[in-house]
């Protein structure tokens, strides 16, 4: 079993829709959990960064992590054709970073 | 300009041929990490270093070899030893929690 599981898709949504993104992971040790946004033969880009259960809002997007379930999700309201791209999940601890597959979305115009 | 360069963006090699890809930052950030990327399998860790003149395997690196001489510095060699070569190499640094990406590298063996 992988230390971190994500959906790959790929998932396409009309313009304007709500993107919802999830990661599970088996190591309860993890303490730091990120969202990065990929877009295609480019590195990744940091989008969002948490350390606790909850919600964190940064203008459209929202990170949600649930330690007692291992759950991390993003999602993204009113989503934009420049949302396209891949979406990894990662968790660290001790400064090693496990990522998630990715999960590649397309928004259409 | 702040940043990670990786080069070059795209580089082809024969079987058999050991190669070096580059990596430099000048974020004066203390850790540098070295990632594989291949299609539906995510990022496999392959080294990371936290400071110069150390540095540790990852998950992944039978194949690889690195030094890091320089802080600015961690340059990545793929031997002839790595069976599946061709693949997307990202390189790193670490701030606190939080990882920052160079462009990448797309390695093709032939």
């Known amino acids: 079993q992988k230390e971190v599981e994500q959906d790959p898709g790929p998932l396409s949504v009309p313009e304007g829709a709500i993107v919802s993104l999830n990661c599970t992971y088996s190591?309860?040790?993890?303490?730091?959990f990120m969202w990065y946004r990929q877009y295609s033969r480019k590195g990744p880009e940091l989008l969002m960064y948490t350390y606790s259960s909850g919600n964190k809002e940064d203008g459209r997007f929202t990170a949600q992590v649930d330690k007692s379930s291992k759950y991390i999700s993003l999602f993204i309201r009113d989503s934009q054709p420049s949302d396209s791209a891949t979406y990894l999940c990662a968790m660290s601890v001790d400064y090693k970073l496990s990522f998630g597959a990715g999960t590649t979305v397309t928004v259409r115009a | 300009d702040g940043g990670i360069t990786q080069s070059p963006k795209y580089l082809f090699r024969k079987e058999g041929q050991n190669v070096t890809l580059s990596c430099e930052q000048n974020l004066n950030h203390d850790a540098m990490y070295w990632y594989r990327q291949d299609p539906g399998q995510g990022l496999r860790l392959i080294y990371y270093?936290?400071?110069?003149?150390?540095?540790q395997k990852g998950d992944i690196a039978e194949g690889y070899s690195v030094s890091r001489e320089k802080k600015e510095s961690f340059p990545l060699t793929v031997t002839s030893a790595q069976k599946n070569p061709t693949a997307f190499y990202l390189c790193a640094t670490l701030l606190g929690n939080e990882q920052y990406f160079g462009p990448g590298t797309r390695l093709t063996v032939t």
């Open positions: 190591n309860s040790a993890f303490q730091y």
């Open positions: 270093s936290q400071i110069v003149n150390d540095f």
